[in-house]
């Protein structure tokens, strides 16, 4: 039994050639295209390849060079099968065989059984004439590849218009919602504290509700406005002092609704106040937010979160873990993509848009310090949480120098 590489774009074709070799005993392996036929010859390393001279990407000719360049797929017969070629020009560039389409569905088989056996058909035309057919053929390679390298700049070039756009975009809509918000934080705070007047029971009731959804859509905002520093690489940070284990809890303290409305049980392991830090405490507590949202949002209710603070020489390490169903290994090293979702599919039960671990981290990053997924899980409070686990560390003193941020 052999394995037979076959490279042909008409679905009809691939069928038949696969009925009458797999009849004969043969494992027989599809490509559609030229690209994916070089790349499955390189990893299968084939006994023999059939390839049309006519299929996308790369032709028959180009991928039949390609593979004479392969030096484990040297002696390997590649024989061209073809409605429209030239059986010299095949010859030159490196085939073994020529199959004229369409092909004898009787004696397909025992020919296919001829070339692995070592039968190899040679060129009429003369050696000069095959290698002028070769140059020819060579040329028109060369400008099939610079006419690819062109539609290719190009297509570049329109990419970068498209980021430059987008950043523009991320910039203009973070203003133009932060300019309507400002009053509106303000008037609701007045009417909270009841500043404008006294307010009902169920007055009050509604400010709430509209209080914390006025949070949340600044949570939003911050994070477009972060996005943006990711893509210009310049996230403005602004230091002084501050306390690291304050900075925690007031991030816990921001999630006590939702960690109650899902029926969460807090575990905190935390070490004796004050923790000093020198740093931007604002956006770090963003940072921690993005870290405890993630752990809230795919804990399952009635579920544990933990919180970890561990103090290093020169760092502060916060540990942040959970009972959720953690991040799959397959996944792992994209989850601080920014915009990456392991579920991002329009009915994904999770909401989110993609980028809290990636802001999370460049964060971390620039306050001297980073963001690790930890894939064993973590004890806290004498219990092992072994779904998500991550761990956030930062300079206690953290560098003034501009970071780049870019993703």
């Keep these: 039994m052999a394995r037979v590489l076959h490279i042909e774009d008409d679905p009809r074709n691939r069928l038949l050639v696969r009925k009458l070799l797999s009849g004969d005993g043969h494992e027989v392996i599809d490509a559609a295209d030229g690209l994916e036929g070089v790349r499955l010859a390189i990893?299968?390393?084939?006994?023999?390849?059939?390839?049309?001279?006519?299929?996308?990407?790369?032709?028959?000719?180009?991928?039949?060079?390609?593979?004479?360049?392969?030096?484990s797929l040297n002696g390997v017969p590649i024989i061209a099968i073809t409605a429209e070629g030239d059986r010299d020009t095949s010859f030159a560039v490196g085939c073994d065989g020529f199959?004229?389409?369409?092909?004898?569905?009787?004696?397909?088989?025992?020919?296919?059984?001829?070339?692995?056996?070592g039968q190899r058909e040679r060129m009429m035309s003369t050696p000069d004439?095959?290698?002028e057919r070769l140059r020819q053929q060579s040329g028109r390679i060369v400008a099939h590849l610079e006419e690819k390298v062109a539609?290719?700049?190009?297509?570049?070039e329109r990419l970068r218009e498209m980021e430059r756009l987008r950043t523009e975009f991320y910039r203009n809509i973070s203003h133009e919602l932060a300019t309507p918000l400002t009053p509106i934080v303000g008037y609701l705070r007045m009417l909270m504290d009841e500043e404008l007047g006294e307010t009902s029971k169920a007055q009050r009731k509604a400010l709430r509700a509209m209080d914390d959804c006025i949070r949340r859509l600044r949570s939003q905002l911050d994070n477009l406005i972060d996005v943006t520093g990711l893509e210009t690489?310049?996230?403005?940070?602004?230091?002084?002092?501050?306390?690291?284990?304050?900075?925690?809890?007031?991030?816990?303290?921001?999630?006590?609704?939702?960690?109650?409305?899902?029926?969460?049980?807090?575990?905190?392991?935390?070490?004796?106040?004050?923790?000093?830090?020198?740093?931007?405490?604002?956006?770090?507590?963003?940072?921690?937010?993005?870290?405890?949202?993630?752990?809230?949002?795919?804990?399952?209710?009635?579920g544990i979160v933990g919180v970890l603070v561990r103090p290093h020489e020169g760092t502060y390490e916060l540990v942040i873990a959970d009972t959720g169903p953690g991040v799959p290994k397959e996944r792992a090293e994209r989850i601080f993509d920014p915009f990456y979702q392991v579920d991002g599919s329009p009915t994904r039960a999770h909401g989110g848009t993609g980028?809290?671990?990636?802001?999370?981290?460049?964060?971390?990053?620039?306050?001297?310090g980073d963001v690790q997924l930890l894939a064993a899980g973590a004890t806290i409070e004498?219990?092992?949480?072994?779904?998500g686990a991550f761990s956030l560390s930062v300079a206690k003193r953290a560098p003034?120098?501009?970071?780049?941020?870019?993703?």
């Design 99 to 117: 199959l004229q389409k369409p092909i004898d569905a009787r004696a397909f088989a025992k020919q296919i059984a001829g070339y692995i056996g």
């Design 400 to 407: 003034t120098v501009v970071v780049d941020t870019a993703m």
């Design 382 to 387: 004498g219990m092992f949480l072994g779904g």
């Design 233 to 302: 690489g310049k996230m403005r940070f602004f230091h002084k002092e501050y306390d690291f284990l304050d900075t925690v809890r007031r991030a816990i303290a921001w999630h006590a609704d939702a960690i109650a409305e899902r029926k969460l049980t807090m575990l905190e392991e935390l070490p004796r106040g004050p923790l000093p830090g020198y740093g931007d405490s604002d956006r770090l507590g963003r940072a921690i937010s993005q870290l405890l949202d993630n752990a809230v949002k795919f804990t399952p209710e009635g």
């Design 151 to 156: 539609e290719l700049s190009a297509a570049n």
């Design 129 to 131: 004439a095959a290698g």
């Design 355 to 368: 980028v809290g671990l990636a802001i999370a981290r460049r964060v971390a990053r620039g306050l001297g």
């Design 43 to 71: 990893a299968q390393r084939p006994d023999i390849v059939l390839v049309d001279l006519n299929i996308p990407g790369l032709d028959g000719f180009e991928v039949t060079l390609r593979l004479r360049t392969e030096a």
